[in-house]
């Protein structure tokens, strides 16, 4: 059974930082590119950043890219999401939804419960 | 303003059929790329619905189906229930941003 774990969100200052993790069971974890969504309050849902599976393909929403690095250890199967020079609009719900590929794309079959960041003075 | 477009708002009474559209462009569901929906109950993480355009997950019922057509796509729900009172959201990728994109999002009401 799939289990996606995220934590590590809080109320941090603008500029300050911030390091999301991501604990994943009940799938083989080193074979799958990972991703980090987001959903601010009452919007939508918005793309973050993936990693690929051998870690050599790492890619940001531009809302992001700069600010936010994207990591991952397959000895603890863990990802992680560090979050600098942070800003109010970041303020969300943050996902690391498991991929599934379907030949072309890869979509979301899997989500946990999620990881509040609120940046705020 | 996202990539994919979606109308705000639909209704629809129980037992009816609605649709949910999803409009690209020939970066994205127009350049052949997969369109997966999600349903997102009150308060709850998404949930797929459809994948690879018209493809359900064991558990999804059949009053559940996908569809698509150029630069877009379409989620349709026959016999509506009072359960479908959700968020729906459309879900491709984009050569142009080399990344994943949602739709703006669609607030069902039954």
């Known amino acids: 059974q799939v289990q996606l774990v995220e934590s590590g969100g809080g109320v941090v200052q603008p500029g300050r930082s911030l390091r999301l993790s991501c604990s994943a069971s009940?799938?083989?974890?080193?074979?799958?590119?990972l991703y980090w969504v987001r959903q601010a309050p009452g919007k939508g849902l918005e793309w973050v950043a993936l990693?690929?599976?051998?870690?050599?393909?790492?890619d940001y929403g531009d809302s992001v890219k700069g600010r936010f690095t994207i990591s991952r250890d397959d000895s603890k199967n863990t990802m992680y999401l560090q979050m600098n020079s942070l800003k109010e609009e970041d303020t969300a719900v943050y996902y690391c939804?498991?991929?599934?590929?379907?030949?072309?794309?890869?979509?979301?079959?899997?989500w946990g419960r999620g990881t509040l960041v609120t940046v705020s003075s | 303003q996202s990539v994919l477009t979606q109308p705000p708002s639909v209704s629809g009474a129980p037992g009816q059929r609605v649709t949910i559209s999803c409009t690209g462009t020939?970066?994205?569901?127009?350049?052949?790329?997969?369109v997966h929906w999600y349903q997102q109950l009150p308060g709850t993480a998404p949930k797929v619905l459809i994948y690879?355009?018209?493809n359900r997950p064991s558990g999804v019922p059949d009053r559940f189906s996908g569809s698509r057509s150029g630069a877009s796509a379409s989620l349709a729900i026959t016999g509506l229930q009072a359960e479908d009172e959700a968020d729906y959201y459309c879900?491709?990728?984009?050569?142009?941003?080399?990344?994943?994109?949602f739709g703006g999002g669609t607030k069902l009401t039954v």
């Open positions: 939804p498991k991929a599934a590929w379907t030949g072309r794309t890869d979509y979301f079959d899997s």
């Open positions: 009940g799938f083989t974890f080193r074979s799958h590119t």
């Open positions: 990693i690929s599976s051998d870690g050599s393909r790492k």
């Open positions: 020939s970066s994205n569901i127009g350049a052949g790329y997969d």
């Open positions: 690879a355009d018209n």
């Open positions: 879900l491709s990728y984009d050569t142009s941003l080399s990344g994943s994109v």
